[in-house]
């Protein structure tokens, strides 16, 4: 009986690794995979994915929008508000 084996899992750090050195063709998917310890089929699939969606890369994110900025006028009319009552309080307060 041979032992159960275990699936590997990569990360996706290490599949954007792989796949990167894949596009850059300077050694061939074959030493690839005997480098990486894994088949020449796992390296294809993986820079195809990279190709597919490479151009999320340069997408905004849905939350990252620029929002536009506050109003700022309820502030203002606060502070303003704040400093009138701060004058009012030291003219009380002289004898």
Known sequence: MTPKRTRRRFTAEFKAEVALAA???RQPLAELATRYHLTVAQISRWKLQLRAQ???????AAGSTPE?????????AAIGKLQMENQLLK???RP
């Open 91 to 93: 003219k009380m307060q």
């Open 23 to 25: 596009l850059t063709e």
């Open 54 to 60: 490479a151009a999320q890369v340069f997408t905004p």
């Open 68 to 76: 536009a900025a506050p109003d700022l006028e309820p502030f203002y």
